[in-house]
């Protein structure tokens, strides 16, 4: 069954501004990452936080860990164009492979 | 570049062609997978071999048959596909444990006339 879901699926923001994206899960889990994918590419890691972890930051990437409401969210500062894409979170539990989100689709317009 | 290749990038075949996807990874990853993405639909997991050994099969049809010769290389082979099975598929690859985190090709375009 599906473990991430992606809030909101659509954000469209300016320039410069904060982007910040949700993902809620089902079961426990080993580890959560979050990827992004630029138009019909493959995607790409950005990110991994691991269950005993809180919060993490790379760059201007910022992801917390809730494992009590089984939510992460994705911060992105400072936002540039460049930054346009889907962004999917997507889990691990136990030795399964991981089950992926529906995505947000994130829009900055210059 | 990820490490992980794959070909052809855009495909567009006859319901009666036969095809297939290469994918091949020089990370010395150990698990490979097969995903299909559909507009608006979240990425399905079709195949996954890990050590050479298929461990998954997400109830996909089989008109989808996988082939894993060795660690390095995955193939997925069509025959008479139906237009809905026109989407973007993704090859991946990680190590078996650990933090089983993926690495994508660029995907193959697929379209099914």
Redesign the interface.
């Known amino acids: 069954s599906q473990q991430g879901e992606e809030d909101p699926q659509a954000l469209s923001i300016q320039e410069g501004e904060n982007a910040t994206m949700n993902c809620s899960y089902k079961t426990s889990i080993n580890n959560l990452q979050w990827y992004r994918q630029n138009s019909g590419r493959g995607l790409v890691h950005l990110i991994l936080i691991r269950s005993n972890e809180r919060e993490k930051h790379s760059g201007r990437l910022r992801v917390t860990l809730d494992t009590s409401k089984k939510s992460s969210s994705l911060l992105i500062t400072a936002s540039r164009a460049a930054d346009t894409a889907s962004y999917f979170c997507a889990t691990v539990s136990g030795n399964t492979p991981l089950v992926f989100g529906k995505g947000t689709r994130l829009s900055v317009i210059a | 570049e990820?490490g992980?290749t794959?070909t052809p990038r855009h495909l567009v075949m006859g319901m009666t062609n036969k095809k297939s996807l290469k994918c091949e990874q020089h990370l010395g990853h150990n698990a490979m997978?097969w995903y299909k993405q559909s507009a608006?639909?979240?990425?399905e997991?079709m195949f996954?071999y890990s050590l050479e050994e298929r461990v998954?099969n997400n109830s996909v049809p089989s008109r989808f048959s996988p082939e894993c010769p060795n660690s390095s290389h995955l193939f997925l082979h069509l025959h008479t596909l139906q237009p809905e099975d026109s989407a973007?598929y993704?090859c991946?690859s990680s190590q078996e444990?650990g933090?089983?985190?993926?690495?994508?090709?660029?995907?193959t375009?697929l379209s099914v006339l």
Not at chain 2, 40 to 43: A, N, Q, T, W
């Open positions: 990820t992980v794959q997978y608006k639909k979240p990425l997991l996954v998954e973007l993704l991946a444990r933090s089983k985190k993926l690495f994508f090709g660029s995907g375009q």
